[in-house]
């Protein structure tokens, strides 16, 4: 099968997202750059859990025709490609609904991001103004909002897209990004319970700092993706 070992990182990096409570189901994509003329995509309406390297679509990046992949590519391809058409540094992209950071997409307003976590993500998190999922507006309206350095971005009512130079890279920012998420509501919530406002709100900020994930990660994510068969 040709590009076998990228779908199979594919495969492999989705399982590692589903593993972290990122990807859900169907729900989130990715695109891998393989080489300088071609991406591999996660199908379309496919169960992670269930996916094969052989359901994973390898596309040219230039046009997006197919040229491997027994399965549609997800609707958000051109939400990717815009990424990574864009950004030649950017080796992979990844778009997930997790819960805390698609919660304060659901604010309407960027984040700036604490030192610690600058290296992955850059020193703000830009929102992308809401459009339909998998729309050439969405992605036009990402392309928009892209910056250098910039390797996260909340897209309004929707979820989130995080960028990297390799997978590792990309899956860092996205657990950055989740961490970032939960101490900015935290701290928003903490607020409303000083101010007298809305007390109750004291167990939804517990139940928030709970569900930060004590999981070491994969250490099978810190090497760089595997080279394409060409
Ligand atoms: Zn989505």
Same mark, same amino acid.
């Given at each position: 099968m040709?590009?076998?070992?990228? #779908?199979?990182h594919? /495969?492999?990096? #989705? *399982?590692? *997202?589903?593993?972290?409570? @990122?990807?859900?189901? $169907?729900g989130?994509?990715?695109?891998?750059?393989?080489?300088a003329?071609?991406?591999a /995509?996660?199908?379309?309406? $496919?169960? @992670?859990?269930?996916?094969?390297?052989?359901?994973?679509?390898?596309?040219?990046?230039?046009?997006l025709?197919?040229?491997?992949?027994?399965?549609?590519?997800s609707?958000? $391809?051109?939400?990717?490609?815009?990424?990574? !058409?864009? !950004?030649?540094e950017?080796? #992979?992209?990844?778009?997930?609904?997790q819960?805390v950071?698609s919660?304060?997409? *659901?604010l309407?307003?960027?984040?700036? /991001?604490?030192?610690?976590?600058?290296?992955?993500?850059g020193?703000?998190?830009?929102?992308?103004? @809401?459009a339909?999922?998998?729309?050439?507006?969405?992605?036009?309206?990402?392309g928009?909002?892209?910056?250098?350095?910039?390797?996260? @971005?909340?897209?309004?009512?929707?979820?989130i897209?995080?960028?990297?130079?390799?997978?590792?890279?990309a899956?860092?920012?996205?657990d950055?990004?989740?961490a970032?998420a939960?101490?900015?509501?935290?701290?928003?919530?903490?607020?409303?319970v000083?101010?007298?406002?809305?007390?109750? *709100?004291?167990?939804?900020?517990?139940?928030?700092?709970a569900?930060?994930q004590?999981d $070491?990660?994969?250490?099978?994510?810190?090497?760089?993706?595997?080279?394409?068969h /060409?």
């Open positions: 040709p590009f076998e070992s990228a #779908c199979e594919v /495969v492999a990096l #989705c *399982l590692e *997202l589903s593993r972290r409570g @990122y990807f859900a189901g $169907t989130g994509n990715l695109m891998l750059r393989i080489d003329e071609h991406v /995509v996660t199908p379309s309406a $496919t169960d @992670y859990a269930e996916m094969r390297p052989a359901d994973v679509a390898v596309l040219r990046l230039r046009d025709a197919r040229v491997a992949g027994e399965r549609p590519a609707v958000e $391809t051109s939400l990717h490609a815009r990424v990574l !058409r864009a !950004r030649p950017v080796g #992979c992209s990844i778009h997930t609904h819960p950071a919660a304060c997409a *659901l309407g307003r960027p984040l700036t /991001v604490a030192p610690r976590w600058r290296a992955s993500l020193d703000c998190v830009p929102l992308v103004g @809401y339909p999922s998998g729309s050439a507006w969405l992605a036009a309206r990402l928009a909002a892209l910056r250098p350095h910039l390797n996260a @971005y909340l897209m309004r009512n929707h979820g897209l995080c960028c990297g130079p390799d997978s590792a890279a899956l860092q920012a996205v950055d990004l989740e970032l939960r101490e900015h509501l935290a701290e928003r919530i903490a607020e409303q000083r101010a007298g406002r809305q007390p109750q *709100l004291q167990r939804v900020m517990d139940a928030l700092l569900s930060a004590p $070491t990660p994969d250490q099978a994510f810190a090497a760089p993706p595997p080279q394409a /060409v």
